[in-house]
């Protein structure tokens, strides 16, 4: 190879040109610009929520293990716990998911040994009940995360959610407060998030009804569950069926009909997975998320104009994740659900990160489906757990994105796929709070770096900037019991006054975080 280059070739490639020796590729190139008064919204905390459900192994063998040598005394795994604590959960929903369409909370609380096991329907087991409205609400506090209840409005009853409310909630003296004295609970928990039913827009779901029963019925129990507390939060079942043929948009447009006066938010769901082995295509499912925030925003939008007050209902992204390897025929019994996760997922989840990020003025509540070995971060054996590739992402966004999402300026090399034209290879999302920024970027790329130029409109980066970066080898790299291949790397790199020049590797997630005075 000649190492002499000529003083145009020099020239070119000192002006920011690509450099081209024989043989190779250019290197695709990006920009970001960065404002710190170009706001979107406030980066809510709640974003960062995740999900426990009566289904595999979640609660029982997962979080609650009794008897085991590494549970404390009340049964909660100490390992686990001490996994959850460091991904920063906001908020944990609970009981279902399917499940909650037919529990009955009145079940799982008093003497462990003395409540009366049932048939489990939606996931085909038998339910102990060992963990019930207690164990929830007690672990929550341990965490310091907000707890979410989603209230049975599949077989439930009006009175029995609104009852649930008062034996959490109310600190009067009744029935419902002196019987959760009884078992034990002096003070009243204040729970403020309540889901009215979850996905009751779905066939497979116990108690399902039509759009119109269900908003019926939503409101009368809203307006009790309220009337018991007015400082409760409620998030109305919106559309999770987006199977061939669904209108999903119509569900939600009648649904806000009844609720729109009373619902605080509107719950949404999606999962996605690669079954088809296209990665470009894989990669771009966020795009598709983005498109269900935009429209649900506008039927929000639709719903409270010309209604009296100044009502806001935000949207609550309350199951997400990947899901494709362990969904099919087999969904029952103990061992279900369990996804193992690989490079490829971790950067489409931190993808979905970015999006909450980026519309961060109407997604207020988001929580990854689930916690602990059904579809989750962590998985765990009776000898001990592993972090997955989907863990790391999480734990960076949710320790880190705070304060405002600012509407990033992105020119980005692009790519066709199977279901959209124009992709961005670079996908990012930013947060600032104080003087301090963080940058969140997805290289979409297979197998090439970009080199990205961000430049700072109004301020000056200050000192180093922090890089954390998620890789592995390849896209289908995973992590198991005593191999750790994805994970977080970090390292620092200098800024020069209001520009950064940084190198993002192939299939990579990276944060950034610096200082701006």
């Not at 010309?306 to 992204?317: K, L, S, T, V």
């Amino acid at each position: 190879m000649d190492t002499k280059l000529s003083r145009r070739t020099f020239a070119k490639s000192l002006a920011g040109a690509p450099l081209l020796l024989s043989g190779q590729q250019a290197t695709p190139r990006a920009r970001v610009k960065i404002d710190t008064e170009r706001v979107i919204g406030d980066i809510d905390s709640l974003l960062w929520g995740n999900f426990i459900e009566h289904l595999g192994r979640c609660i029982d063998g997962g979080i609650f293990e009794e008897g085991s040598p590494l549970s404390d005394s009340n049964g909660y795994r100490r390992d686990v716990l001490e996994a959850v604590r460091k991904l920063n959960v906001t908020l944990l929903r609970w009981p279902g998911g399917n499940f909650s369409s037919n529990y009955h909370w009145t079940d799982g609380i008093g003497p462990r040994d003395k409540r009366p096991p049932r048939l489990e329907m939606a996931w085909g087991t038998v339910e102990s009940n060992r963990f019930g409205t207690h164990e929830f609400l007690n672990y929550a506090e341990m965490l310091g995360t907000q707890p979410y209840i989603c209230a049975n409005l599949g077989t439930g009853t009006w009175t029995e959610a609104q009852q649930q409310v008062e034996y959490c909630n109310s600190s009067e003296d009744t029935a419902m407060t002196r019987l959760r004295k009884q078992n034990g609970r002096e003070a009243p928990w204040k729970v403020t998030y309540w889901g009215l039913g979850n996905e009751m827009d779905g066939p497979w779901q116990m108690g399902h009804r039509s759009a119109e029963d269900y908003g019926k019925f939503a409101l009368e129990a809203a307006k009790l569950m309220k009337w018991t507390d007015p400082k409760v939060k409620l998030i109305a079942a919106g559309s999770s069926n987006f199977g061939p043929g669904s209108d999903w948009t119509s569900w939600n447009r009648t649904v806000l009909e009844f609720l729109r006066q009373h619902a605080d938010y509107l719950s949404i769901h999606m999962y996605v997975g690669n079954r088809n082995n296209d990665f470009g295509d894989f990669m771009a499912s966020s795009v598709e998320l983005d498109h269900r925030i935009k429209t649900t925003e506008g039927i929000i939008d639709a719903a409270l104009s010309g209604q009296p007050g100044n009502r806001r209902i935000y949207i609550a992204w309350d199951e997400w994740n990947v899901w494709y390897r362990a969904r099919g025929a087999q969904e029952r019994g103990r061992r279900i659900l369990e996804e193992h996760y690989n490079l490829e997922d971790a950067l489409v989840v931190a993808t979905f990160l970015n999006s909450f990020v980026n519309h961060a003025h109407i997604v207020k509540i988001a929580n990854m489906a689930q916690l602990v070995n059904v579809i989750a971060p962590i998985f765990s054996n009776d000898k001990g757990l592993f972090l997955q590739t989907i863990y790391y992402p999480l734990q960076l966004f949710a320790n880190n994105t705070k304060g405002k999402a600012l509407e990033l300026f992105v020119e980005s090399p692009k790519y066709k796929c199977a279901r959209f034209d124009d992709v961005p290879y670079l996908d990012a999302s930013a947060g600032y709070d104080n003087g301090s920024l963080v940058v969140n970027v997805v290289n979409r790329h297979p197998d090439q770096a970009i080199e990205t130029e961000f430049e700072t409109e109004d301020k000056q980066f200050s000192g180093p900037v922090a890089v954390s970066e998620v890789n592995g080898p390849d896209i289908k790299a995973e992590n198991d019991f005593g191999k750790t291949t994805v994970k977080t790397v970090e390292r620092s790199v200098t800024p020069d006054g209001r520009k950064l020049r940084y190198r993002f590797p192939p299939h990579s997630y990276t944060m950034l975080k610096a200082k701006l005075a």
